[in-house]
DNA sequence: TAAAACTACATAACTAGAATTATGGTTATA
DNA sequence: TATAACCATAATTCTAGTTATGTAGTTTTA
């Protein structure tokens, strides 16, 4: 698997981890996350997360929008992919710029 | 520093990335970040976001809830600082799982 | 039939002004 | 010189208007 290094903005940063930030949202990525590269059908997700189709479809369309996930059509069936690039960036988001206004001890 | 190993369950990962979910408490969280463990007043945060003190005090008790953030009274100032090991856990959280479900292909 | 779009509504979140509380420093007074 | 009174500052709480979100039923599209 590659990882591109993707530089993200805070918008871009903040809107990602809004869209993690409900546990249904959560549970649906994470679900994907596990499936890896092949993805899965939103039909295989409602049936792990036992959540209505109309619901679902809007997380859906909310991951999507902030680009942590990947629609795929595929005939009549839609393919969900973790967009791992974009979720790497978003977890070394949070710490990379740590302690970078801490003044260095003159030796 | 010392990073402990925390086990997130996920209703408090959830709960942590909704508290960074908003471009100001993001911005509020990454201003802490960067000060390192000694962290910074809510006078200072507020200097460097330009923000209403209501407005951040509102955003601070959220990032307090979530254990993103800890206060520390001292006198009459309040400091803040950043829970860098909640801050790593959830950065973790996020690809932990990763491609778990994966049929792992027989040699 | 699978999935998305449309719709509706209750609930929660964001923002910020005003009022309040808490602390520390300064000045006045007995 | 104590100490009471007062003022300034830091931060929080209260309140309210506005906007966004979550959920899910219904309809549309391919």
Redesign the interface.
């Known amino acids: 698997m590659v990882i591109k290094n993707i530089q993200l903005e805070?918008?871009q940063?903040?809107?990602g981890?809004?869209?993690?930030?409900?546990?249904a949202r959560?549970?649906v990525l994470?679900s994907l996350?596990?499936?890896?590269?092949?993805g899965r059908t939103v039909g295989e997700i409602q049936e792990r997360t036992g959540m209505p189709a109309s619901t679902l479809a809007h997380h859906l369309r909310f991951l999507t929008s902030a680009d942590l996930i990947v629609q795929e059509k595929s005939g009549r069936v839609v393919i969900n992919h973790a967009n791992?690039n974009h979720?790497?960036a978003?977890?070394?988001y949070?710490?990379k710029?740590?302690?970078?206004?801490?003044p260095t001890k003159r030796k």
Do not use: W
């Open positions: 805070i918008e940063a903040a809107q981890f809004a869209a993690i930030g409900s546990e959560l549970a994470i996350v596990k499936a890896g590269e092949s791992f979720l790497e978003l977890a070394a949070i710490l710029e740590c302690c970078s206004d801490v």
